[in-house]
Antibody
């Protein structure tokens, strides 16, 4: 059974940093693109970032480019998202998701999400 | 970047009704489109991918169609479990944008 378990969310001040983690199990982690999607309170889904199966190629939404860094450790079956220079508008539930293939695709499995709140 | 526009934003409907949601892309995405269902407090769940392929385990009352820039999600006979928010997502390029969502609510 595929499982994705996010952690690392919490309350952080504007300008602060946070590192999200996503522990994956139930599939061959190193074979798939992985993605972060966020959802601000009461709003829709926003694609944030994706990373290739090897970790060599990364993709970012313009809204987070230069502030967020996606990475993965295939030996630990773990996906990461480093969030820097956080703003109030980054407040959201952040979901880790598995893409359907080793290329950017739709997400066939999702974690339960971790809440990031940016506030003073 | 490719923009995705869904309509309507909200749909008030009844059990047994046929429901159609439209998603338009700002440029052609072939059939690289997925539909998701999301219930309050839960993660999204994929219903359809490649515009018309039903994900395993999804009831057959859900169907998808379209190609290029115009797509539809149809629920043939709405069931109580189907009241939720539905999102389309294009994955034609490396910036896989979502539509803004369509909330299906009880009339």
């Amino acid at each position: 059974e595929v499982q994705l378990l996010e952690s690392g969310g919490g309350l952080v001040q504007p300008g602060g940093s946070l590192r999200l983690s996503c522990a994956a199990s139930g599939f061959t982690f190193s074979n798939y693109v992985m993605t972060w999607v966020r959802q601000a309170p009461g709003k829709g889904l926003e694609w944030v970032s994706s990373i290739s199966s090897s970790g060599s190629t990364t993709y970012y939404a313009d809204s987070v480019k230069g502030r967020f860094t996606i990475s993965r450790d295939n030996s630990k079956n773990t996906l990461y998202l480093q969030l820097n220079s956080l703003r109030a508008q980054d407040t959201a539930v952040y979901y880790c998701a598995k893409d359907d293939s080793n290329s950017v695709a739709f997400c066939d499995y999702w974690g339960q999400g971790t809440l990031v709140t940016v506030s003073s | 970047d490719i923009q995705m526009t869904q309509s309507p934003s909200t749909l008030s409907t009844s059990i047994g009704d046929r429901v159609t949601i439209t998603c338009r892309a700002s440029q052609s995405i072939s059939t690289w489109l997925a539909w998701y269902q999301q219930k309050p407090g839960k993660a999204p769940k994929v219903l359809i991918y490649k515009a018309s392929t039903l994900e395993s385990g999804v009831p057959s009352r859900f169907s998808g169609s379209g190609s290029g820039t115009e797509f539809t999600l149809t629920i043939s006979s709405l069931q109580p479990d189907d009241f939720a928010t539905y999102y389309c997502q294009q994955y034609n390029d490396y910036s896989p944008a979502f539509g803004q969502g369509t909330k299906v609510e009880i009339k």
